[in-house]
């Protein structure tokens, strides 16, 4: 009787352990994906903002043309 | 047989046109106007008192291929202070170009700069709807761990303003301002910084007329700032500005100038850490502007 004690206490404490894990590691999984996220969007921003804003400006009515975009004056 | 009939009570004459300015108009507690943003609070004292001083050389360029998009160039060549571990400050010449392009429409706003060493400004602003704006701001390094976002969630009603703001390192903030009588408003901000482990709350009073604004702001940070603004005619303005912190007992006072002249606006102001600057722009000729500041 003991020893069924203990295997049923066992088997609970087993059930137990493996709920808080497999929350555990989907909060990880949450935290790294949009930490990933976060870091893509960083660089997506820095390198394609400035010509963004430039194919929006250039489609814009009256559209200018490549040549005034280029020469400096 | 005409009958007298003893006069209907009238609703009192609407005042005409020409009345004195000085009755006092009844106040129309329903339809009050709407308070400028929160962040905006001390703007008239920072126009005169704060202006973008610099030191070196700056020379702007913006050339519009639009009526809504324009690019910008810019050199700066100049001392920049270097955040240093001794007391003393140290400045070291640089020089960078930047290069900017702008797009501005009624409804969105869009503003790039990057300098020569990769560093990326930029602001977005959108109406998302009517009383709804959604503004932006990021400068983005490519050293680790020294970018910036932020965004501004602005909701503007009748009478009142609010603003949710959220920022990288877990920056979150809240404020909200609300006009009590045609003159005053009187708001109020939370803020809480997740990385630095501080959080805050404010409460702000702003009270303006035609001639003069006063405004007073209280942080749980520590930061008394006041600020009076006395328009003393069309051209001219002065301002006054005191700021005390309660933490560290350290309190600066300054007085300061604004001429808005035809051609050139000059602002001048005198600090009670004993700084003096002066900044005079002039418009030589059109789309030329010259710049000097000094400190």
Redo the contacts between chains.
């Keep these: 009787m003991a020893s069924r004690v203990a295997l049923k206490t066992k088997s609970k404490g087993a059930k137990g352990g493996a709920k808080p894990a497999d929350e555990r590691s989907a909060v990880k999984c949450l935290k790294e994906w949009s930490t990933w996220t ?1 870091k893509k969007a ?1 660089v997506i ?2 390198y394609g ?2 010509p ?3 194919i ?3 489609s ?3 559209k ?1 043309s490549i040549s ?2 280029l020469s ?2 | 047989m005409a009958t007298l009939v003893p006069p209907a009570t009238n609703p009192p004459p609407p005042p005409s046109p020409d009345s004195k300015p000085a009755e006092p108009e009844k106040v129309d507690y329903m339809d009050l106007p709407c308070p400028i943003p929160y962040e905006e609070i001390h703007r008239e004292s920072f126009m005169s008192l704060k202006p973008e001083l610099f030191e070196g050389l700056r020379f702007d360029f913006t050339k519009g291929l639009n009526q809504r998009f324009s690019l910008s160039h810019s050199v700066f060549m100049g001392p920049t202070e270097v955040p240093s571990q001794s007391a003393e400050v140290i400045k070291i010449p640089t020089a960078h170009y930047e290069f900017g392009a702008n797009f501005i429409d009624p409804k969105m706003m869009l503003f790039g700069r990057i300098l020569t060493d990769g560093r990326l400004n930029a602001r977005v602003k959108c109406d998302l709807s009517e009383n709804l704006t959604l503004k932006a701001n990021a400068q983005l390094t490519n050293e680790p761990h020294m970018s910036h976002g932020m965004a501004n969630f602005d909701y503007k009603g009748s009478d009142f303003r609010t603003q949710l703001q959220l920022g990288n390192g877990a920056l979150f903030g809240a404020s909200y301002i609300q006009s009590v009588t045609p003159h005053l408003a009187l708001g109020g901000e939370v803020f809480w910084a997740g990385q630095h482990r501080k959080s805050g709350i404010g409460y702000a009073a702003r009270y303006n007329t035609d001639k003069m604004v006063a405004t007073g702001q209280v942080a749980s940070t520590g930061m008394v700032a006041l600020s009076y603004v006395q328009k003393v005619s069309e051209k001219v303005s002065l301002a006054s500005d005191f700021m005390y912190n309660y933490m560290s007992r350290d309190v600066t006072a300054s007085l300061g100038y604004d001429y808005i002249l035809r051609q050139c606006r000059l602002r001048g102001k005198i600090d009670s850490n004993g700084c003096t600057a002066a900044f005079l722009e002039e418009r030589l000729n059109m789309g030329l502007n010259f710049i000097l500041s000094a400190e």
Excluded: C, W, Y
Aim: net charge neutral; aromatic share 4%; glycine share 4%.
């Design positions: 976060v960083k921003t820095h903002f400035i963004m804003v430039i929006i400006g250039m814009s009515e009256p200018p005034q975009l400096p004056i």
